[in-house]
């Protein structure tokens, strides 16, 4: 039987949820469920409404995006996890292509590339991600940038129990934070050189009304993850250098 996939979509007064949970609903593989966890709404909420009797809906207290996505991941049934912000949409053969490339290569986790798009669905930037070969690559990369978009990736369930959900004293870079803490726990995130998401640019997203906060939070990241990235790379690379996408 083909496992089961759980789109998590965290929402918050989100004009464009009606989309990506219409993109979540309608993907080419069958065997999903759409977990919209509703940080604590107070506009927007009727969107929800033609979806209610197709998806899992959960309302919670206000407490941030990390809060809703590890509320999501609990309530989860599927064996693994993907997630969808409120304001993009999936290829709708997203999960499909996906997941069996993450099981032809025994991958625990993945990502892929994407298209960045405005307000009404025109595509800015077309494969706008950076590209790999081989996982040396990717982790070298986590020492300047964050090249996984965090709506790219898909996360084997058990991940989450062995190193633990997202950091919820991070308000924006909280998906930083855990693919560095997967690559230093040893969970290699594949990369598939497709463009699988859309990737919405508008002026009420977290990263453009608060870019300072994001530096910051960034800052503090490296901080703390630099030097272990280098340790594993010294004990690893060749390794690494060997896993080709």
Not at 61 to 86: H, V
Not at 91 to 107: H, N, P, S, T
Not at 129 to 157: D, Q, W
């Amino acid at each position: 039987m083909k496992p089961t996939v759980s789109i998590v979509i965290p929402f918050y007064n989100c004009s464009y949820v009606d989309q990506a949970i219409r993109s979540a609903l309608n993907q080419s593989y069958s065997n999903i469920e759409v977990v919209v966890i509703d940080d604590g709404s107070t506009k927007e909420v009727e969107r929800l409404t033609p979806f209610l009797n197709q998806i899992t809906y959960l309302r919670k207290e206000n407490g941030g995006t990390a809060t809703a996505i590890n509320e999501g991941i609990k309530r989860a049934n599927g064996e693994y996890i993907a997630w969808l912000s409120s304001d993009d949409y999936f290829d709708y053969l997203k999960i499909e292509r996906q997941l069996d490339y993450m099981l032809r290569r025994g991958a625990k986790a993945s990502f892929h590339n994407y298209d960045v798009i405005n307000q009404t669905n025109e595509v800015l930037l077309p494969f706008i991600g950076k590209r790999f070969t081989n996982a040396e690559e990717i982790y070298h990369t986590f020492l300047t940038i964050n090249p996984v978009n965090g709506c790219s990736i898909m996360v084997h369930k058990d991940v989450f129990k062995d190193i633990g959900y997202f950091s919820t004293d991070l308000k924006f870079t909280q998906d930083y934070e855990m693919w560095n803490r997967m690559l230093i726990n040893g969970y290699v995130i594949y990369y598939l050189d497709e463009v699988l998401l859309k990737y919405r640019s508008h002026p009420e997203s977290g990263t453009s009304k608060h870019p300072d906060k994001l530096k910051k939070e960034v800052s503090i990241i490296k901080q703390h993850y630099h030097q272990k990235i280098l340790h594993y790379l010294s004990e690893n690379g060749s390794a690494l250098k060997s896993i080709r996408f």
